[in-house]
């Protein structure tokens, strides 16, 4: 069974509605009467950046961003020209707005503090991969944006420790996909919405809502180049799948990755290595979002077996960890292997 598609709503007419993400932010704020604002501000900032992250990807070449910029980002891998731009993008469309007390990026080796004061409306804390699998860019493979809200922790003594809570305590995760065409994924806890931008006007449109993902799907996506390095647990479950005639889909971008598993189930994996014998994907801002994401429409996200990704404890922002993600009884299939 695919996602589900826009399904027609109780009377005739609204069945054809045309709702842009805007309007579905503006819907859901209207459900809290008490609601400031702020927050919707907030996912209105993410989706204009996707929409000027998305016009760079798609022009990459013709304005000659590809490539390296020649130096590091803080997890020691080449910055992609386009990581800059992106990241750039997300921090000064944040920065404007009142809600936002403290956002963090793969990009930065620190937090960026935009508003110290402790005044009522300066209430979440944005986390975000601004650019995911930016090397496939330069072969125009599928890239993506990957963010996370968190409520500021006014107990905290500091903005660092702010940032550090469980992916349980987020409340809303999401992510741009800039593929064949660029899809923006959202959940606020209320169930997982799909919205595709439409070029011609310039808006996302919603296209689904309350995704189901697939509970079985004979796919995984994992790294096999990796296979000899992986605990044997995975080595086992590889050759169990492998056995049963399960097909193998790796896109080397998490959000390509993830998407094609929250249409059509499957599981996606990145297993301690020995080069990452934490895994390579980073808690904060790419494992804890698409975990939410997927457990949002009744998928699973485990870290190791019986450990929710959702429930790791985080001590960095930067902070990596083991990734088991997709469908439930596919990741039941390879926890029980390990
Ligand atoms: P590898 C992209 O660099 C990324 O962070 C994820 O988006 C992706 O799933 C993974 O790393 C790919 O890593 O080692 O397979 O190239």
Do not use: H, M, W
């Given at each position: 069974m695919s996602a589900m598609i826009d399904t027609p709503v109780d009377t005739p007419a609204r069945s054809n509605e045309i709702v842009t993400l805007q309007a579905h932010i503006l819907q859901q704020q209207s459900r809290y009467p008490e609601a400031s604002g702020q927050f919707s501000w907030i996912l209105s900032a993410l989706a204009i950046s996707a929409k000027m992250i998305a016009s760079h990807v798609r022009r990459a070449r013709l304005d000659d961003v590809l490539g390296t910029v020649g130096n590091q980002n803080v997890q020691g891998e080449q910055q992609q020209k386009l990581d800059v731009i992106a990241?750039?993008?997300?921090?000064?469309?944040?920065?404007?707005?009142?809600?936002?007390?403290?956002?963090?990026?793969?990009?930065?080796?620190e937090p960026v503090i935009l508003r110290t004061d402790d005044s009522a409306e300066r209430k979440y804390c944005v986390l975000f991969d601004p650019l995911d699998g930016s090397s496939?860019?330069?072969?125009?493979?599928?890239v993506g944006t990957i963010f996370s809200i968190l409520r500021k922790d006014r107990r905290s003594p500091d903005p660092q420790a702010s940032l550090l809570q469980c992916g349980a305590e987020q409340v809303a995760a999401g992510y741009v996909l800039y593929g064949s065409s660029t899809v923006f994924v959202l959940t606020i806890g209320l169930g997982v919405d799909m919205f595709v931008l439409d070029p011609a006007y310039g808006a996302f449109i919603r296209v689904a809502r309350g995704m189901q993902i697939p509970k079985t799907n004979k796919c995984y996506s994992v790294?096999?180049?990796?296979?000899?390095?992986?605990?044997?647990?995975?080595?086992k479950y590889l050759s169990w799948a492998q056995e049963r005639g399960y097909s193998s889909r790796y896109a080397g971008a998490m959000v390509a990755d993830v998407h094609r598993i929250l249409l059509q189930g499957g599981v996606f994996m990145y297993p301690p290595?020995?080069?990452a014998p934490k895994g390579k994907l980073r808690l904060m801002y790419e494992a804890n979002p698409m975990a939410m994401i997927v457990e949002q429409a009744g998928g699973k996200a485990l870290s190791a077996p019986g450990e929710r990704i959702l429930d790791v404890r985080p001590t960095d922002i930067h902070q990596r960890v083991p990734v088991i993600i997709g469908s439930s009884e596919e990741v039941d299939q390879v926890a029980a292997h390990l």
């Open positions: 990241n750039d993008i997300l921090l000064r469309t944040l920065g404007g707005r009142e809600g936002v007390a403290i956002v963090a990026s793969e990009e930065n080796e496939n860019l330069d072969v125009c493979g599928a790294n096999e180049g990796n296979r000899l390095s992986f605990p044997e647990g995975y080595q290595t020995r080069k």
